[in-house]
């Protein structure tokens, strides 16, 4: 008896051993350490096994790498179109020294093919990045051969995809043979991914602009893939890699079996992996869906496919149908086309222009040219009458187009402006406003030049000594004020001119005293920064709500001009619509949408008295994520970046569902693409929401906005003021919320009034942890934008915040400010109270 258990013991101290020492430590395979089917090699962190397995649904064996821990999606298969049907297979270094899989029958099912001298002294490694190289043993040895050069349909970190390297989808998902489709990287100079589904174009990535695909809208942000292209001059290639954003996270990229590239995340909890972005996601995304010269909108209800301004079905029957592989055809010659006989008079005789197509996906096979800006490549395009449409991108530079426009997208938000030629007659005297060349707004309504003359003459006649704002006042009108038809009754409506879904109305001060009843008490909604907010109704019954600007407040005309102008830009649903403006006499006044459930802070701080329902989980928790989409749709995925520098609670407005729409964009500033901060002297901005390098120093970034952001996140969850309120141990609400989760007790921060109601712990405490991450004293500990709307949607692991102890208190000093702020005394008149200081 006890001579067996000893020998029990014996066999399984035997397997221990086997299990540690030659089946985890090992990460090679040599000549004489081949791998038979059960046994695994594992990489030498442990985070990579390379064995035999089974896909789901399926007997058959292939050799593969699978994440160790992330159960079976193996992210390389060695024998994809020879698979074993029993167990007998070994994987093994051969007497060619190439790596081989071979059957019970030592037939060699699949090798490595590479020219090596002998199997001597040749092993291969599987590395911590998940390539098994094949390679001579010795210090410098030759690389014969690695996985990562021959991918299946999946790519690690590290892994890169270039022309001859790609992706190819499986058959299905029990048989991870080639299927039809397979993702390159195209060009070497502008290079674009491309999904092929055998020889058609299934669908493409735009180009790399030093920073992301420009046609890529789901994946553009660096939260959802992290793709970087890299140029080797030396070699001529260009191959796209990919890293994850947080070490933390596993995170792959796979072509599915219907041809869509998705990036996935490993769930820890479920124990899956999660999409967080794929491509093509919609029908729009699929190449050539709408035909030559067919602009694709998703956001279309009818029909996604309309034809370019200018142009006519080719087929109108089919297209009417719903077929619309025939395409669109030009209406018109342009005049460059056009022999001098049949011109006739000078009715068209004018020249051709371009229209400007906002936030458009540019059509495939554009051409280049140098050229320092848009106006050359204006002009360029212009003068050539094969030039059917151009673009300009910062990073690209001039592009433009000869032949067919195929592949073109219009995008609710990001993409890229595209102009397309068109005749005269055509742009039907809407010359786009901020063309080149034609810098002469012709202004022909009679309406248009007429105001125009009213605020000059008004200017004069005050006597307005300032001749900078005068200027401005006039370059303002010049820019803007763009002869339309008034559409709607007595109101004197005017295009903007920049775009067809930018219309920005002028307001007559009469107008704007009948609708608030003379700026009437009653109506009155808030007092903000710059001036008080009313609510007022149109003659024709829309309800508005009026800024309006203190004639003593420090917004001039320059901060006026970069609110209409920014608002006027920006379409997102998580901000809010300018209707339009007015400027007469002493009166600055902005009109915006009206929402009826006023501002954030009467839900969050108000206590119930005055009416206000207590919000539940659920919806703080949409109200968060919408601040954040609108916040990170300012910082990336508008064109310009806008760092708005006073966000707070009660600058986020809420529409009849409740959805959060951020305003106040009179202190944001515009960024050049490759500007991350600025220095100002003069420091505006909310106590209690302000970042501390912003405050001390007047340096603003993305990260600043991040900051307030993690502010306005603490005060909904927790229903408390950032500072003005009491805690135990902590001046203000970002130290008390991270003593508190420190402690581990950091659900008693939500909202005591939501308990006994629905909520999710986990979702809470992410929250919490979210809002410390963007409360961080230093800037580098602070997550972006993009980072943060994607640590709210997924269950990656965080970054342990570490404990801010910055604070600027109001005022008095009692309780404890860093010294640091001391010199730092402000006179304000209540808490809320956006201020301007010089610095
Ligand atoms: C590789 O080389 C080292 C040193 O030269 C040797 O110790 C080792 O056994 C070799 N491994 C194989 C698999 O040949
Ligand atoms: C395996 O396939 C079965 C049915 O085909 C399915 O229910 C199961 O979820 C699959 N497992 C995985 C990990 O895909
Ligand atoms: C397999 O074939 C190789 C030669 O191709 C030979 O050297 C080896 O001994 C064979 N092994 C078995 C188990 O038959
Ligand atoms: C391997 O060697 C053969 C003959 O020596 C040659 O034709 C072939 O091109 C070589 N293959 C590679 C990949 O070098
Ligand atoms: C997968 O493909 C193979 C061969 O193409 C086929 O025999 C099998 O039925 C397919 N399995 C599924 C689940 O579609
Ligand atoms: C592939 O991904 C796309 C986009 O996410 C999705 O619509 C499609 O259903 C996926 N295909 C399969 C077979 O899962
Ligand atoms: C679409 O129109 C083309 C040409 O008019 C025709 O050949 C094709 O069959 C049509 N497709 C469908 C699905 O009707
Ligand atoms: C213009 O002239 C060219 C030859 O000079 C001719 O081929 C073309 O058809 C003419 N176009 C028109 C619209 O008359
Ligand atoms: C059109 O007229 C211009 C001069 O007015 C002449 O130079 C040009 O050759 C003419 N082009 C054609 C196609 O007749
Ligand atoms: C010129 O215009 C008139 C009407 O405006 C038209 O009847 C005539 O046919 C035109 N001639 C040419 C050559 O296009
Ligand atoms: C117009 O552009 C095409 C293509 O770039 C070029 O071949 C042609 O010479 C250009 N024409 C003129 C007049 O510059």
């Known amino acids: 008896m006890a001579a067996t258990r000893r020998s029990n013991l014996f066999l399984l101290v035997c397997f221990l051993n086997c299990v540690f020492k030659f089946c985890l430590a090992i990460n090679t395979i040599s000549s004489d350490q081949p791998i038979r089917d059960g046994q695994t090699i594992v990489s030498a962190n442990g985070v990579f096994e390379l064995g035999f397995f089974s896909p789901n649904g399926s007997e058959a064996r292939y050799v593969g790498i699978w994440y160790k821990e992330l159960a079976k999606r193996a992210v390389w298969v060695a024998n994809r179109e020879r698979p074993l049907y029993d167990s007998s297979g070994i994987f093994m270094i051969g ?27 040749i092993v291969a490694v599987l590395s911590d990045i998940g390539n098994l190289q094949l390679r001579e043993n010795r210090s410098n040895g030759l690389q014969l051969w690695e996985s990562f050069h021959h991918p299946s349909d999946t790519m690690v970190p590290g892994m890169r995809i270039g022309e001859t390297v790609f992706l190819s989808s499986s058959k299905n998902s029990s048989n991870p043979s080639r299927g039809n489709y397979i993702t390159v990287l195209e060009g070497d100079q502008m290079p674009q991914l491309v999904i092929w589904d055998g020889a058609v174009k299934h669908s493409r990535s735009g180009q790399w602009d030093r920073r992301t695909f420009i046609g890529l809208r789901t994946m553009n942000t660096d939260y ?33 079996l219907s041809g869509s590239m998705v990036v996935a995340n490993w769930n820890a ?116 009458c094969s030039c059917i449409a151009y673009a300009f991108v910062e990073t690209i530079g001039c592009m ?43 202004i022909s309504g009679v309406l248009g030049f007429s105001i125009l003359t009213y605020i000059v003459c008004r200017l004069r006649k005050k006597g307005i000594s300032n001749k900078r ?18 559409k709607s009754g007595d109101s004197h409506g005017y295009d903007f001119g920049q775009g067809k879904d930018s219309e920005v109305r002028i307001f007559s001060l009469k107008d704007i005293e009948a609708a608030t009843e003379l700026f009437a008490v009653a109506n009155k909604l808030g007092q903000g920064g710059f001036g008080s907010v009313y609510k007022g109704k ?53 009109v915006y949408e009206y929402m009826p459930n006023k501002s954030l802070d009467k839900f969050v701080f108000g206590n119930g008295m005055r009416g206000e329902m207590v919000l539940d989980w659920h919806k703080r928790y949409m109200i ?14 508008s064109r310009l970046k806008i760092i708005h520098r006073d966000l707070k609670t009660s600058n986020i407005l809420l529409d009849d569902e409740l959805n959060p729409k951020i305003s106040d964009f009179g202190m944001a500033r515009i960024f050049g693409g490759n500007q991350d901060s600025e ?31 993690g502010v306005v996140l603490l005060e909904i969850v927790t229903s408390q003021k950032n500072s003005g309120s009491c805690f135990q141990n902590s001046v203000n609400l970002s130290g008390h919320a991270w003593q508190m989760w420190n402690e581990g007790k950091a659900l008693e921060l939500l909202d005591s009034r939501l308990a006994g109601s629905y909520y999710d712990p986990s979702e809470v405490i992410r929250c919490i942890h979210v809002g410390l991450l963007c409360v961080q004293d230093n800037v580098t500990d602070r997550p972006t934008m993009a980072a943060i709307v994607s640590m709210l949607s997924s269950d990656m692991v965080l970054p342990v915040p570490k404990k801010p102890v910055f604070s600027i208190q109001l005022g008095n000093g009692e309780r404890g400010s860093s010294s640091l702020l001391k010199s730092l005394v402000f006179s304000v008149p209540s808490v809320s109270e956006s201020i301007v200081y010089g610095r």
């Open 95 to 121: 007497n060619d020294g190439n790596l081989v899989v071979v059957d019970g029958g030592n037939r060699t099912i699949s090798s490595t093919e590479v020219n090596a001298t002998s199997a001597e002294n």
């Open 538 to 590: 149109l003659s024709n019954g829309q309800e508005i709500a009026v800024k309006r600007l203190s004639t003593s407040s420090g917004q001039g005309i320059e901060e006026f001009k970069n609110e209409v102008i920014l608002i006027s830009k920006l379409q997102h649903r998580n901000l809010v619509n300018i209707i339009g403006f007015c400027i007469q006499e002493d009166e600055k006044v902005l």
């Open 679 to 709: 220095n100002t002297n003069r420091v505006v901005g909310t106590y209690g929401y302000m970042s501390p390098e912003y405050a001390l120093q007047g340096i603003f970034s993305e990260k600043s906005d991040v900051f307030s952001f």
């Open 269 to 384: 909890d479920n124990k899956q992996w999660t999409e967080i972005a794929s491509t093509p996601d919609s029908p729009c995304d699929v190449y050539d869906t709408c035909g030559y010269f067919g602009m694709c909108n998703d956001d279309e209800l009818s029909t996604i496919c309309n034809c370019l301004d200018g142009y006519e079905p080719r087929n109108q029957d089919e297209w009417n149908k719903g077929n619309w592989t025939e395409g669109c055809v030009r209406k018109q010659q342009f005049r460059c086309e056009r022999n001098n006989s049949s011109t006739n008079g000078t009715q068209d005789d004018e020249e051709d222009g371009f229209m400007e197509l906002p936030r458009t996906k540019l059509p495939d096979f554009p051409r280049y040219m140098i050229s320092p800006d848009r106006a050359s490549c204006e002009a360029a395009c212009l003068n050539n």
């Open 624 to 637: 968060i994520e919408g601040i954040a989409r609108g916040v990170l749709y300012l910082h990336r995925d």
């Open 224 to 256: 959802s893939t992290g793709l970087d292209v890299e140029f080797n001059a030396q070699e001529g290639t260009t191959y796209v890699s990919f890293s994850a954003v947080e070490v933390t996270i596993r995170r792959v990229i796979y072509l599915n």
């Open 400 to 442: 433009f187009w000869e032949n067919n426009l195929i592949d073109i997208q219009s995008y609710t938000s990001g993409g890229e402006q595209f102009y397309l030629r068109l005749s005269h007659s055509e742009l039907g005297g809407k010359q786009q406003l901020k063309g080149f060349g034609i810098a002469l707004i012709i």
């Open 469 to 486: 704002g005068y200027r401005h006042m006039i370059s303002f009108a010049k820019i803007f004020v763009s002869p339309k038809e008034s």
